[in-house]
């Protein structure tokens, strides 16, 4: 097993992963920015080294920095969490290149599933369904216009080097089409540098249930089941939860398989997530794309399937076969994730500032990762993301009064924040039911 990790990430995943760590027996130093030095994460690593000023270029994205910080503190891998540079090819090679080890997929799988179109493509040859859409980059616009007539409107524009629900359009027409293309365009060469835009079939009702699968030591590759991901603000997820309500067996056993596929077919090692959507009309599911590293949501999968995903990760990547029997995985129970955000709960536009209050609910199945505690300060250079409370029981309806209980229990002033907002979705009859989509939250506003 790996002996010393430095965790090249902040807040809450780098208090979760260096939790485990720490568990394992596994010397944790954590990377941080002037903006963070009083975070809990920092305080909790075994050791802790500065690496820059709170621009996320000049610290958490200073590939440089890092790996100084790794070599002065003798560290033997790097986990790199997710955001940031966990999904960059060339630092992971870097990594690699110096010796050190890299939690998280080699750098060949990273780069073939970076691109929406390399990935569609790779994904179609492998026999995983991909909705109608252009299987190379729209080289301008009229090639755009030529290709949405071909799959029909509504029609989604999409940054090919895009994720994390960034640079995306839908287009209703043509005259649509014109507009959300040089946009998309100019965002994805702004903030991706590539601007190659992908355009695809638009799914006006439509869910979206992505599988964690795991590529394991000896070459293997498991799906430890599936995540309903349709709550969210402007493409970005607010709730998760496994199993999903929408997935029946034989659902879940198509969706299984088509993830192990799309994992095997680029020898993917280490923790990994298909995405798709799902229409509930038909049960036809199609591929989305595939994030390299493991996901914010992870926690709800840990609990359904009783394993600890960043154990497994230090397993992998330290060449150790997992806890568990890949043959017996099953899930069991049920368990809710809410994204706990410093943005208010109407427009969800960001609203940082000091806690002045911090009280975290606690009871039979409720947990908290945070990345913050009383008398932090919530800056504006980092995602809002404040804290996971995650909810577990034995049935849906069970972890849905626990979940009620804890949102009303949580109590944080000074940043605007999310809360009543998950006060109001778990009153929902839409949302209760269970037969919910991705259109529920404008629905509610």
């Known amino acids: 097993m790996i002996e010393s990790l430095l965790v090249a990430n902040r807040g809450e995943i780098a208090r979760r992963i260096i939790r485990t760590a720490k568990r394992l027996g596994i010397r944790a130093i954590a990377v941080y920015s002037e903006a963070d030095a009083d975070l809990p994460f920092v305080a909790e690593a075994d050791e802790a080294v500065l690496i820059g000023p709170p621009n996320p270029a000049q610290s958490y994205r200073n590939a440089e920095a890092i790996l100084a910080a790794a070599k002065a503190t003798g560290a033997q891998a790097i986990h790199p969490g997710y955001g940031f540079l966990s999904e960059n090819a060339e630092f992971a090679r870097t990594v690699e290149s110096s010796g050190l080890i890299w939690v998280g997929p080699d750098a060949d799988a990273i780069t073939a599933m970076g691109d929406k179109i390399n990935a569609r493509n790779l994904m179609a040859a492998a026999g995983v369904p991909v909705a109608p859409g252009t299987t190379d ?16 409107y509504p029609v989604m ?3 090919a080097a895009g994720g994390g629900g960034m640079g995306m359009g839908v287009a209703v027409d043509e005259a649509a089409l014109r507009t959300e293309y040089d946009k998309v365009r ?3 060469e702004r903030m991706f540098g ?18 964690q699968i ?5 070459g293997g590759v498991v799906a ?7 709550v969210q603000r402007r493409n970005q997820k607010l709730v998760e939860e496994s199993p999903s309500p929408a997935v029946s067996p034989e659902l879940r056993s198509r969706l299984l398989a088509a993830a192990v596929r799309a994992g095997e077919a680029v020898s993917y090692r280490n923790a990994g997530t298909v995405e798709c959507l799902l229409d509930p009309e ?51 129970g049920h368990a809710i994730e809410l994204r706990i955000n410093a943005e208010d709960p109407k427009r969800f536009l960001p609203g940082p500032g000091v806690i002045r209050t911090w009280v975290e609910p606690t009871g039979e199945g409720v947990r908290v990762d945070s990345g913050y505690t009383e008398g932090n300060t919530v800056t504006p250079f980092y995602d809002s993301l404040l804290a996971k409370l995650i ?3 034995a049935t849906r309806a069970e972890v849905l009064e626990r979940a009620k209980a804890a949102v009303a229990a949580f109590q944080i002033e000074g940043p605007k924040n999310n809360v009543p907002f998950f006060a109001e979705l778990l009153t929902n009859e839409e949302f209760l039911s269970g037969a919910y989509d991705t259109g529920i939250v404008s629905r509610m506003r």
């Open 157 to 159: 524009v999409k940054a």
């Open 282 to 332: 038909t049960n036809e599911f199609f591929f989305l794309e595939m994030n390299t590293r493991l996901q914010v949501e992870h926690p709800v999968t840990e609990y359904v399937y009783g394993v600890d995903l960043v154990e497994e990760q230090l397993r992998v990547a330290s060449g150790l076969a997992p806890t568990f029997d890949p043959d017996a995985l099953a899930p069991s």
């Open 391 to 393: 909810i577990s029981g």
């Open 186 to 188: 100019a965002f994805a």
């Open 214 to 218: 795991l590529g394991l030591a000896d």
């Open 194 to 211: 590539d601007g190659s835009v992908l355009i695809e079939r638009y799914f006006p009702r439509v869910r979206h249930v992505e599988v």
């Open 137 to 152: 980059p729209a080289a301008d616009l009229d090639a755009a216009v030529t290709a949405a007539a071909g799959i029909g």
């Open 224 to 230: 430890l089941g599936e995540r309903e991901c349709s």
